[in-house]
T-cell receptor
Framework: AQSVTQPDIHITVSEGASLELRCNYSYGATPYLFWYVQSPGQGLQLLLKYFSGDTLVQGIKGFEAEFKRSQSSFNLRKPSVHWSDAAEYFCAVGVTSFQKLVFGTGTRLLVSP | DGGITQSPKYLFRKEGQNVTLSCEQNLNHDAMYWYRQDPGQGLRLIYYSQIVNDFQKGDIAEGYSVSREKKESFPLTVTSAQKNPTAFYLC?????????????FGSGTRLTVV
């Protein structure tokens, strides 16, 4: 069965420092991969998505992610974190045959001054 | 602007009561989804619908029911058979056949059993 693993439950980063959130997936075919962000009590907003082609994907708010097939990973990065980036981040994989997304358990990002 | 509207934002239910969560979209999307979110468990799929008058069970459908009589609307009923209904519920939509292009989410309904 398809699955997504986000190994870090919480991450704390100093404002201005770089960020990397990890995501590993298990899926037999070519994956469709997504990163979403959720502010407290709100819905999820799409940050970026990967379908094919260039393995480095640019998203909104200065985020990027790199698809590495050999490692089954799709890690999210940002070179300089802002306090407003504090939120929960979800990685998801698209399951074509059932036309639905499978989500990881999320990583909560805390930004320290 | 197009989007998805979930109502109410907060909902309280007494033991043994059924409650219905509303989800309306004006994006002209064919597919709609209901997810349940619990701390530390991510999002789990309850039901989804790809066309009007058709829907499929997700991973945790027991104790829930849905209807899809209109393209714009996909209400979720939490029945008394759902033993632990307190959670955050998220509705989403996408174009048919293009779920892999990503969902648009509503802002959620927080349901609490009192």
């Amino acid at each position: 069965a398809q699955s997504v693993t986000q190994p870090d439950i919480h991450i704390t980063v100093s404002e201005g420092a770089s960020l990397e959130l990890r995501c590993n997936y298990s899926y037999g075919a070519t994956p469709y991969l997504f990163w979403y962000v959720q502010s407290p009590g709100q819905g999820l907003q799409l940050l970026l998505k990967y379908f094919s082609g260039d393995t480095l994907v640019q998203g909104i708010k200065g985020f990027e992610a790199e698809f590495k097939r050999s490692q089954s990973s799709f890690n999210l990065r940002k070179p300089s974190v802002h306090w407003s980036d504090a939120a929960e981040y979800f990685c998801a994989v698209g399951v074509t045959s059932f036309q639905k997304l499978v989500f990881g358990t999320g990583t909560r990002l805390l930004v320290s001054p | 602007d197009g989007g998805i509207t979930q109502s109410p934002k907060y909902l309280f239910r007494k033991e043994g009561q059924n409650v219905t969560l509303s989800c309306e979209q004006n994006l002209n999307h064919d597919a709609m989804y209901w997810y349940r979110q619990d701390p530390g468990q991510g999002l789990r799929l309850i039901y989804y619908s790809q066309i009007v008058n058709d829907f499929q069970k997700g991973d945790i459908a027991e104790g829930y029911s849905v209807s899809r009589e209109k393209k714009e609307s996909f209400p979720l009923t939490v029945t008394s058979a759902q033993k632990n209904p307190t959670a955050f519920y998220l509705c989403a939509s996408s174009r048919t056949g293009e779920a892999n292009y990503g969902y648009t989410f509503g802002s959620g309904t927080r349901l609490t059993v009192v």
